[in-house]
């Protein structure tokens, strides 16, 4: 049984007069990459600023370990020196060099000694592939070496998770692949919890163990990215996705089948059409990669009076199924 690191209960956030977030409630296990997802607006960043406590929730709890994080400085000291930040800006101070911004953290979070400062930032700097660049200044590196350094800043805390907020969204696409496989690598190897809030699906499909779906202010759904994004049954995370599956056939019936891991390696559609002796319009598809899997969909036209039979046919191969409207 997964150890349960993190519970956010009933969690509520108001700016004045103005309801940011409402009724958040998500579980975090040990050792788990979730993703927090959803539009601009949506919320998500607020609730990470609740979660790390720089912001304070108007309703609602936060728990580290079952025990209620109250609004005590000394607790929230102690929680917070668990926690490690990533930020989209990288925050980096830029008169200092790679390693005094990695060290002085340290020294000012856990008072240690400059000399295990010094060994805690060298150690973690190699980690992230930056040790040949500790003299450097942040006006010096490209945006993903200043990512790296800000990841390395967040370990030497010894954080038992980490806190990314949009923390490949000023990258291009190539060094995100890098920053996210740093991360990956951080999670399986050193064992820390990561909640990453973002708008990108390829952060999600990449490292994503479990993805919450903010929707203005609102937890709309939790669950395995997989099966919330490939087969989404809610408006509001079609909308997200902008399926292109409202471009159908006005006549017949359209049919949405769903395909898991080792179903992508059935010919389904093919046997279908052999097994009930009619042909089928493939008029929509689409794969996506989550993690080491692949997991597609796609919608097939038919003459209503073939609707029953492929049905049945694909409850007989445990195939996931949806007429779509």
């Known amino acids: 049984m997964s150890e349960k690191i993190l519970s956010i209960k009933d969690l509520g956030k108001s700016f004045g007069n103005h309801e940011v977030l409402r009724k958040i409630d998500i579980e975090v296990?040990?050792?788990?990459?979730?993703?927090?997802?959803?539009?601009?607006g949506s919320g998500k960043s607020t609730l990470l600023r609740c979660i790390n406590r720089l912001e304070k929730q108007t309703r609602g709890q936060i728990f580290y370990h079952d025990k209620e994080v109250r609004d005590v400085q000394k607790e929230i000291n102690d929680y917070r020196s668990k926690v490690g930040m990533v930020f989209q800006s990288f925050n980096l101070f830029n008169n200092m060099t790679v390693l005094e911004n990695c060290m002085l953290c340290t020294r000012k979070v856990l008072?240690?000694?400059?000399?295990?400062?010094?060994?805690?930032?060298?150690?973690?700097?190699?980690?992230?592939?930056?040790?040949?660049?500790?003299?450097?200044?942040?006006?010096?590196?490209?945006?993903?070496?200043?990512?790296?350094?800000?990841?390395?800043?967040?370990?030497?805390?010894?954080?038992?998770?980490?806190l990314c907020d949009e923390a490949t969204s000023a990258l291009?696409?190539?060094?995100?692949?890098?920053i996210l496989a740093l991360l990956q690598k951080i999670n399986k190897e050193m064992g820390i919890t990561i909640i990453i809030v973002t708008?990108?699906?390829?952060?999600?499909?990449?490292?994503?163990?479990?993805?919450?779906?903010?929707?203005?202010?609102?937890?709309?759904?939790v669950g395995k990215p997989e099966q919330l994004f490939v087969w989404p049954k809610e408006r509001e995370i079609r909308d997200f996705l902008r399926e292109e599956s409202d471009k159908l056939p006005a006549t017949g019936v359209n049919l949405k089948l769903f395909f898991y891991g080792e179903?992508?390696?059935?010919?389904?559609?093919?046997?279908?059409?052999?097994?009930?002796?009619?042909d089928f319009n493939i008029c929509w598809a689409k794969l996506e990669d989550f993690r080491e899997d692949v997991?597609?969909?796609?919608?097939?036209?038919?003459?209503?009076?073939?609707?029953?039979?492929?049905?049945?046919?694909?409850?007989?191969?445990?195939?996931?199924w949806e007429v779509i409207k």
């Open 172 to 178: 291009d696409p190539e060094i995100t692949k890098g």
């Open 263 to 278: 179903g992508n390696q059935r010919p389904i559609v093919t046997q279908m059409s052999q097994e009930l002796h009619t």
């Open 295 to 320: 997991y597609g969909s796609l919608v097939l036209n038919m003459e209503e009076k073939d609707l029953d039979r492929a049905c049945a046919f694909l409850d007989s191969k445990g195939v996931t």
């Open 199 to 221: 708008h990108q699906m390829e952060v999600v499909k990449q490292v994503c163990q479990k993805v919450a779906f903010l929707s203005s202010g609102k937890m709309l759904a």
């Open 111 to 162: 008072h240690i000694s400059k000399e295990e400062a010094f060994d805690r930032a060298i150690t973690h700097l190699k980690e992230v592939g930056m040790a040949p660049y500790i003299n450097a200044k942040p006006s010096m590196l490209s945006g993903g070496q200043k990512q790296r350094v800000a990841i390395a800043r967040a370990l030497v805390l010894d954080p038992e998770f980490l």
């Open 29 to 40: 296990n040990k050792g788990e990459v979730i993703c927090i997802v959803g539009s601009s």
